[in-house]
C-alpha cells in the first residue's frame, strides 16, 4: 500500500514537472522527457490534463440545450478525439527524433520541431479550457468568444495531425539520421498521402501560438498589416474600401486567416516585394537612428562597373569582370557602418584610430526578392558597434528582374572589389568573416565556393542564420512549418524560390509590356550631398510641394532601372520629372497617368457598386449582376458579387440602363470622393513613404478570380516548376573537394524555421567532412527574428549570440590558423 502511495506521489510529482516546463518551453519540456526513464508517462501527463479538462467542461453544458452550449459540448468531445488520434503519432517522432540532431549538444531538426509545435497546441488548447472552467458560472460568461475558441483549436489541433501523418510518411522515406529524403520523392507524393492541411487555422484565433509570448503579438500586428496591405493593394483605387475592409481584420480573426490564406496561394511575387519593401519607407528608415546603437560612418558606396585585377592564394593576376547577366551593366551599392572612424576610410577626413584588423562583409536577406542593408541597419549597427569592426553590406540586385546568378556575381564581384580597398573601408583586412542571415546566407555560402574555386583568399570565418542551402522544395519535415508561418508563408516562399532559381522567360514579353510607368531612370541625373536622387511627388501621384520630396537611394534607383526596357529610358538633366513627361509617356504606352487614376477610380466604383442598380422601396441597393469574365465558372461568379474588394480580376458589373435621375447625385459623391481621397492620399504617401502599387497584368486577371472567394488548394499546386542542381545555387550539392576547403563555419537558427533541415543537414555533412563547424538552435523565435531584435527580448538575446559567434570567428588570438596562413 505504501509503495503504490509512493508511485502515486511520484508519478503526479513528475506531472507538475512537466506541466511547469511547458508553461516556461514546450521544447524545454521534450526535452525534459526524453531525459527521464520512460519519458511518455511525464508527456502524456500533459495531453491527459487537456482530455480531462475537456471532459469536465463536456458534462457541464451537456444538459445545457441552448445552441452555443451543444456547440460547446462538441468542441470539447471533438478536442478528446483529437488528442487520442494525435498522441501515438506525436510519441513516435518524439522518440526518434534525437536521431536527427546534429549533435547532442545541440538538438533541433524538423522532427523535434513538429513535437515542439503539437505540445504548444496542447498546453493552448490547455489554457482556453480552463478558462471556460473558471468563467462558466459568470453572469458574464461569454458563451460565443470561448465557442468560437474551442472550435479554433479543435481545428489546429485536427491539422497538426495530419501534418504528422506528413512525418510519418518522411520517416519512411530516409534512412535514421537523414532529413531529406534519399529517392526522388515529390512534394505530390507527399500531400496525397493524407488528408489536405486545413492553413486557415494557423493564421486566425490560434496565430502565434507556437512562439514566445513576446513574438505573438508582433507576429499577430504584421499579418493584420499583411491582410490590410493586400486590400489597399489590390483595391484598384478604392481607397475608402480598402480601408474600412482592412479595419475588419482586426476584429475577425477568421476572416483574417482566410485572406492570408488566400493571399499566400494568389497573390505574386510583386506583391511580396511591395509588402516586405515597407520596411523601406520612410517612417521605418528612420527607426535604427533612432532605437539602434549610435555609428559614426553609415554611407553607401557605388562600386563602378570596372574590370578588378586581384590575385590568387599563389600569387598569379586574375581579372574579375563587373556582371552583366539578365540586367547588364550597372553600379553596384555597399553600405559601411563604422562605429568609428578610422585612418584611411573614404571621404570621413582625419583621424588617429588605427584600421581595424577584421572586417564583416554581410549580405542581407529578403527572400532575394527584396529588402536592402538599409532594413537590416536595426542589428547592423548593433553589430558594428559591440565588435568594434567595420561591416560592408551589399545591396545586390533582386529577383525577379534579376534572377540567378545575378546576385551571386555581385556579391563576388564586391568581395573582390574590397579586397583591393581595405584601407578605404578602415581595415587591415587581416580577419574577414563572412555574414548573413536568409538569402544573403545562401549568397556568401555560394560565394565562399566560387572564391575557393577561383583561388582566391578565401574568408576566415562565414557566420549563417538560418540559411536555405537547398534552394528546391525537396520535402523535409521542417519544410513543413511554412504552412502554418507568419512570416514565411507557403505560398511566399515558393514564390520567392522560383523567381529567383526558375524564373519564367515566357513573361519576359508581358513585364516589358506591362511595365509601371512610374520608374525613374539615373543615367544622367546628379544625386545630391546625401548620395540620394530626388524624384518628383508626380510620380507617386502626390501634389507637387516644396516638402513633397521623398529621397531614393542608388540601390532603388538601380532595381527601378530593371523593370524599364531600352526604348523607354530617357536621358533628362533636371532632378525632377514633370508632369508633362509622365503624361506624354503614359499616352504612349496607353496607361492612365497616377495623376489621373484617382477620379477614374472614383467613377468606375460609382458606376459599378453606386449608380447602376435598382433600388427597393427603402432606397436599399438591389444589384443586377452582370459577369465581366467567360472564364470565371458559377461559383467563382456568385462569390465575387458579395466581395467588397477584389485581390485579382475587375469588380462585378451591375446593370441598370437609366441613369438620368442619379446624374446630379453621382457628380456630388464623385467630387466629395475626389476631394478626400485626393488629400488622405496625399498625406499616405508623404508619411509613410511608399510606392506606387502596381496593379495585376491583364493576362493574369483573366484566369484568376476573387481572392475572397478562392477555395482553399492542396498546397502541391505551388510545385510546378524545376530548380537546376547547382551548387552555387544550393550550397549543399556542393563538390565536398571544395566542401573540405570551407573556414571554420558557424550556424544559427531556430526550431520553428522552414529552412531548420538545410542548416542541420549542411552542418552534418561538414562535419563528416572534418570541417570546424558549430550550430545553435533557438527556440520560440521566427525566420528572421533578426529584424525584430529591437522589439523582441528573444529576438534581442539571439541577435547577441549571433555577435558572440562572429567574435569567436574575428578573434585573432584565440581563433585557430586558417588555411590562407598555412600557405
Known sequence: MKLELFARRLYFHKRTLCKMAFTESP?????????????????????????????????????????????????????????????????????????????????????????????????????????????????????????????????????????????????????????????QHSPEQLFSQADTINQYCFYGRCLGFQFNPSMRGILKGISICMAGFSEAYYSHGNLISSVWTGGQYIIDPEMRARRIVNISQSASVEFCKAFWFLAESEIMKRVPSLMSSTVAVNKLITIPPEPITVYTTDGKETTVLPPTVHIGLQGLNVRLISVNKRMGMVDEGSSTLPPADGIIFHCHGGGFVAQSSKSHETYLRDWAAKLNVPILSVDYSLAPQAPFPRALEEVYYAYCWMMNNFKELGTTGKRIVFAGDSAGANLITGCTLKILSSGLRRPEGLFMAYAPLLVSFIPSPARLLCLMDPLLPFGFMMRCLKAYASPNTSTKGKEDKHKDPNTVSNATTPLDSNGFLKVSPSQEG?????????????????????????SERRKSSDTTISAASLQSEHTATGITPPEDRSQQYVSDFLERYVLDSDTDSEGRRIPIIKPNNKALDDSHREAESEASSTLIGEPPLVDDPDHKDKRRIKTRISDAANSMMGAMSSKLAYITGSNTITRPIQDDLAVRSNLDALIARSPSDEFIFSVPRDPLLSPYWADE???????????????????????????????????????????????????????????????????????????????PPSENDRL
Open 27 to 183: 521544447a524545454k519540456a521534450s526535452l525534459c522527457c526524453e531525459e527521464g526513464t520512460e519519458g511518455a508517462p511525464s508527456t502524456y501527463a500533459m495531453y491527459e490534463a487537456l482530455k480531462d479538462s475537456c471532459q469536465n467542461n463536456a458534462t457541464y453544458f451537456q444538459p445545457n440545450d441552448t445552441e452555443t452550449a451543444q456547440r460547446l459540448y462538441q468542441g470539447f468531445m471533438t478536442m478528446m478525439d483529437h488528442v487520442d488520434t494525435v498522441w501515438p503519432l506525436v510519441d513516435h517522432v518524439r522518440k526518434v527524433a534525437p536521431l536527427y540532431d546534429f549533435d547532442a549538444a545541440s538538438p533541433g531538426n524538423g522532427y523535434r520541431s513538429f513535437v515542439s509545435v503539437v505540445d504548444s497546441c496542447v498546453l493552448h488548447g490547455l489554457k482556453i479550457s480552463r478558462q471556460v472552467c473558471s468563467a462558466r458560472d459568470s453572469l458574464l460568461f461569454r458563451k460565443a468568444y470561448f465557442v468560437r475558441e474551442i472550435e479554433s483549436c479543435g481545428q489546429l489541433l485536427a491539422s497538426l495531425g495530419t501534418c504528422l501523418h506528413h512525418l510519418h510518411t518522411l520517416l519512411s522515406w530516409a534512412p535514421p539520421g537523414d532529413l531529406f529524403p534519399t529517392e
Open 542 to 566: 502626390v501634389s507637387e510641394g516644396p516638402s513633397s520630396f521623398e529621397e531614393v537611394s542608388p540601390s532603388d534607383l538601380a532595381e527601378l532601372q530593371a523593370h524599364k526596357s531600352g
Open 737 to 815: 573537394q571544395l566542401l573540405t576547403k570551407f573556414p571554420p563555419v558557424r550556424i544559427l537558427t531556430v526550431h520553428l524555421d522552414p529552412c531548420l533541415d538545410d542548416c542541420v543537414m549542411f552542418a552534418k555533412k561538414l562535419k563528416r567532412l572534418g570541417n570546424i563547424v558549430g550550430i545553435d538552435v533557438l527556440e520560440g523565435l521566427p525566420h528572421g527574428f533578426l529584424n525584430f531584435s529591437l522589439m523582441a527580448k528573444e529576438a534581442n538575446e539571439g541577435s547577441k549570440l549571433c555577435m558572440e559567434r562572429i567574435k569567436q570567428l574575428l578573434d585573432l588570438e584565440s581563433a
